[in-house]
């Protein structure tokens, strides 16, 4: 509450992060666009003093980005304490992250004659170097999204739709992940399609991904694959209207397997192209796609 007495609206707060070069400066602008307040660079360990200012300024600061990288100095493996005290404080955290492929980044460092933060001198092991220090960050974002065939001006209208005020926007991220590895911390549903069978242990199979035409097929041929896809969205078919409904603006649903790379990644594809037939938008992301399975 203020001084008055009255209940003080409560803040979102954006943070924007991801790879140097992949847009961040870009982003944080459209979000002042839309009535964000904006701080590019800010220091990690100087981010709980801020959400105080913001919590006790005299004129309330319900929308708030700031725009975070290995520039900020400071242990960036605290990140996630951060956001947690933040939240234990009554902000609402949101994570954007930004990423490229190395190429891309590399053209574009050369196009604009930059020099990368970590200054190592070469470029491409600045980039990968840098990719490996923003990984947890990256595991933590409820947003990732690649720029590299994004115009400008694309960045801005997808950053806008994802955090702008419209009440009809609602976004769905569907993110695979391998059990082995760890549950995402982000999710708001969960399903766990471990008990269908399992293409790691087919000959030929092994190396492929759920993206695979022969592991897809493999799949199809068991009835549990069909009926689990229909359980799922029509679960969801009754649920996401109501999310809606009540107003959230985004939805994270996690696909687990063993591994994250076939299972998981077949029923995720699947279900992405019922929701966008069905006028959702959705955003996939095979979190442990690369792994060994």
Not at 261 to 288: P, W
Request: glycine letters at 10%; aromatic letters at 8%; a neutral charge.
């Amino acid at each position: 509450m203020d001084n008055s007495g009255t209940a003080r609206p409560p803040t979102r707060c954006v943070v924007v992060t991801g790879l140097s070069g992949a847009g961040k400066t870009a982003a944080i602008r459209a979000l002042e666009d839309i009535g964000f307040y904006c701080i590019d660079n800010l220091p990690l360990a100087l981010i709980p003093a801020f959400a105080d200012l913001c919590l006790r300024s005299e004129e309330p600061l319900t929308k708030v980005a700031l725009g975070i990288d290995i520039r900020g100095g400071g242990n960036l493996e605290r990140f996630s304490e951060t956001v947690k005290e933040m939240e234990s404080k009554g902000i609402s955290v949101e994570v954007l992250f930004l990423e490229a492929r190395i190429p891309v980044l590399v053209r574009r460092f050369t196009e604009t004659r930059r020099l990368h933060p970590l200054k190592g001198g070469d470029l491409e092991k600045d980039l990968n170097r840098e990719r490996e220090m923003l990984r947890g960050i990256r595991d933590l974002a409820q947003f990732v999204l690649d720029t590299s065939d994004l115009t400008i001006h694309q960045l801005r209208r997808t950053v806008q739709s994802f955090f702008g005020g419209s009440g009809g926007y609602f976004n769905i991220l569907l993110c695979t992940f391998g059990y082995k590895y760890g549950l995402p911390s982000f999710l708001d549903l969960m399903f766990d399609v471990r008990f269908l069978a399992n293409p790691y242990f087919v000959n030929g199979l092994r190396e492929k991904t759920g993206l695979d035409p022969e592991v897809v097929g493999y799949l199809e041929e068991h009835s549990e694959f069909h009926e689990a896809c229909d359980r799922i969205w029509s679960l969801l078919e009754y649920l996401l209207p109501r999310y809606r409904q009540e107003g959230k603006r985004y939805l994270s649903i996690g696909i687990g397997c063993t591994g994250g790379k076939h299972r998981s990644v077949a029923v995720a594809e699947r279900l992405s192209r019922i929701m966008q037939e069905n006028g959702y938008q959705v955003q996939l992301r095979h979190r442990d796609i690369e792994g060994d399975g």
